[in-house]
C-alpha cells in the first residue's frame, strides 16, 4: 500500500487546468454502449475508477482504445449482460451499467454496487424509476436480475433528485421512440453533460439542466464529445489556495456555473479574482461571515466540496456549523483534523460544529474515502511539519496524478510506494 509524505506550511502559488469531471465520465462510457457505432471522448480524467470502468465493459465484449485523455469505445462486440461481480464491488457507478445493457439486451444482471463507505445510498429510487419504465426486477443469490421485455414510456416523478436515477433513466429513455417526462430529476454538471452528449448521439431532450425532462430518441449513432470539467476539482484547488494563503489560477472553472461554490468561500473570507472561464484564488484573511453551511442538490452547495471546506473551516476565524444531511458517515474523518489540532465538536453523524482558526500540526494520516482523503491531504498542506498519509489508492480514484499537481504548486508532497516505505 503506497502513501503521500507531506512536508506543510508552504503556500501554493501558480497556474493549474482542471482535469475532465470524475462523475461525467463514469456514465458517458455506460452510455457509450447504446450507439451503433464508436463514440470517442476527450478531457477524459486517468484516475482508477475510470480505468476499472474500462475494464468492465471490455469484458461485456466493447472494444476500448485509449490514448491519455481521449477514449474511444466501440459497442458493436457487446456480447453480455451479466456484470463482473468483483469489479462491479470497486465503486458505485457500476450499477449505471444496467441501463445500457437493459437496452441493448433487454436483460441486465448486476450486482450491488460498492464504493465509499459514506452511509447508505439505496437503490429505490433507480429500482422505481426502471419499473414505471416496465423493468422486472428479482433479486437471488444477491445479485438483481433485470428484465426489460415490456418497454413503456412514462411520465415520472423521482421520490429524490437522486444523480444516479437520473443518468439511468436518460439512457433508458433516449433509446424510445415514444417520449419520456422526468421530473423532480438531479441538474448536475455531470447530468447534463450526460444529457448533451446523448444529444449528440440523436435522442431528443428538452429541459437539460432543469428539474424537468422530456427525452425521446431510438436508435443513435456515436459522438464525439468533451468531458466537462470537473467542479468538484476546482474547489479542491480553491480552498488549497486559500489554507496555505497562496495565489493560484484555476482554468477551465467558470464562476458563472458555480455561483454557491463562490459564494460559500466569499463567505469564509476567501478573494478571488474571475474571468470567462478561469478563477484566481488570492492571499486571504479568513473570517466567516456566515454561521451555517449545508448541502442540498445543485445548484446547491455540493456533497462531494463538504469535506475540503470543513478544513478550510479549521483555519477561518470563527464558530461555524457544517451540515451534509445527505450522508451520515460524511462526517467521521474529522477525527483526523482533531488529532491535528482542530477545535471541532461532532454534534451528530450529519453536522459539526468548527472553531478556527487553529494551527494544525503533522500527524499520520489515513484516507477514508475520496473526498476524505483529499481533505486529510489539504490539511498537511496548511499544517507545520511532515505528514504520512495511508490508503491513498482511494484518493487516486476521483484525483489524477496528485502529488504531481499539487507538487507543481510548490508543495512538498511525495509518493512512497508500498514496497519501498
Known amino acids: 500500500?503506497?502513501?503521500?509524505?507531506?512536508?506543510?506550511?508552504?503556500?501554493?502559488?501558480?497556474?493549474?487546468?482542471?482535469?475532465?469531471?470524475?462523475?461525467?465520465?463514469?456514465?458517458?462510457?455506460?452510455?457509450?454502449?447504446?450507439?451503433?457505432?464508436?463514440?470517442?471522448?476527450?478531457?477524459?480524467?486517468?484516475?482508477?475508477?475510470?480505468?476499472?470502468?474500462?475494464?468492465?465493459?471490455?469484458?461485456?465484449?466493447?472494444?476500448?482504445?485509449?490514448?491519455?485523455?481521449?477514449?474511444?469505445?466501440?459497442?458493436?462486440?457487446?456480447?453480455?449482460?451479466?456484470?463482473?461481480?468483483?469489479?462491479?464491488?470497486?465503486?458505485?457507478?457500476?450499477?449505471?451499467?444496467?441501463?445500457?445493457?437493459?437496452?441493448?439486451?433487454?436483460?441486465?444482471?448486476?450486482?450491488?454496487?460498492?464504493?465509499?463507505?459514506?452511509?447508505?445510498?439505496?437503490?429505490?429510487?433507480?429500482?422505481?424509476?426502471?419499473?414505471?419504465?416496465?423493468?422486472?426486477?428479482?433479486?437471488?443469490?444477491?445479485r438483481f436480475y433485470l428484465d426489460w421485455e415490456k418497454r413503456k414510456a412514462a411520465k415520472i416523478f423521482l421520490e429524490e433528485a437522486s444523480v444516479t436515477a437520473t443518468e439511468m433513466g436518460l439512457i433508458m429513455a433516449s433509446s424510445m421512440n415514444t417520449e419520456t417526462e422526468l421530473t423532480d430529476v438531479a441538474a448536475e454538471p455531470h447530468v447534463s453533460d450526460l444529457a448533451e452528449y446523448l444529444v449528440a448521439t440523436g435522442a431528443k431532450i428538452s429541459g437539460i439542466g432543469t428539474n424537468s425532462l422530456a427525452i425521446s430518441g431510438g436508435k443513435l449513432h456515436g459522438a464525439s464529445h468533451k468531458v466537462c470539467p470537473d467542479h468538484i476539482e476546482g474547489g479542491t484547488f480553491a480552498i488549497a489556495a486559500a489554507l496555505t494563503g497562496g495565489k493560484i489560477e484555476i482554468n477551465d472553472f467558470a464562476p458563472d456555473k458555480y455561483p454557491m461554490i463562490f459564494n460559500y468561500l466569499s463567505y469564509m473570507g476567501v478573494t478571488f479574482k474571475v474571468s470567462k472561464n478561469s478563477v484566481t484564488v488570492l492571499p486571504s484573511k479568513l473570517v466567516a461571515e456566515r454561521r451555517k453551511f449545508q448541502t442540498r442538490p445543485w445548484p446547491g452547495f455540493p456533497t462531494d466540496l463538504m469535506s475540503p471546506f470543513i478544513v478550510l473551516a479549521t483555519q477561518t476565524k470563527g464558530t461555524v456549523l457544517c451540515h451534509d444531511w445527505m450522508y451520515e458517515w460524511r462526517m467521521f474523518f474529522v477525527d483526523d483534523l482533531i488529532s491535528m489540532g482542530a477545535n471541532i465538536f461532532i454534534a451528530d453523524p450529519h453536522r459539526v460544529i468548527v472553531s478556527g482558526p487553529t494551527p494544525l500540526m503533522s500527524d499520520r494520516l489515513f484516507c477514508k474515502d475520496i473526498r476524505a482523503g483529499i481533505s486529510v491531504i489539504l490539511a498537511a498542506l496548511a499544517a507545520n511539519g511532515r505528514s504520512e498519509i495511508e490508503n491513498i489508492e482511494v484518493v487516486e480514484r476521483g484525483y489524477e496524478d496528485v502529488e504531481a499537481r499539487f507538487a507543481s504548486l510548490g508543495a512538498q508532497i511525495i509518493k512512497v510506494n508500498g514496497e519501498k516505505s
Open 1 to 142: 500500500m503506497s502513501k503521500f509524505i507531506v512536508t506543510g506550511g508552504r503556500r501554493l502559488e501558480g497556474s493549474i487546468t482542471i482535469n475532465g469531471n470524475k462523475n461525467s465520465a463514469l456514465k458517458l462510457i455506460p452510455a457509450a454502449l447504446i450507439a451503433d457505432s464508436p463514440s470517442t471522448f476527450t478531457n477524459v480524467p486517468d484516475i482508477s475508477d475510470v480505468r476499472v470502468m474500462l475494464e468492465i465493459i471490455e469484458s461485456l465484449g466493447a472494444k476500448v482504445k485509449k490514448d491519455g485523455h481521449e477514449i474511444t469505445i466501440d459497442p458493436s462486440g457487446l456480447k453480455s449482460f451479466d456484470l463482473d461481480p468483483d469489479l462491479s464491488s470497486k465503486f458505485r457507478a457500476s450499477v449505471v451499467l444496467a441501463a445500457p445493457l437493459l437496452v441493448r439486451f433487454g436483460k441486465a444482471i448486476v450486482t450491488p454496487p460498492g464504493g465509499d463507505q459514506i452511509g447508505d445510498r439505496l437503490l429505490d429510487t433507480h429500482f422505481s424509476l426502471m419499473q414505471k419504465m416496465g423493468v422486472t426486477i428479482e433479486r437471488k443469490d444477491g
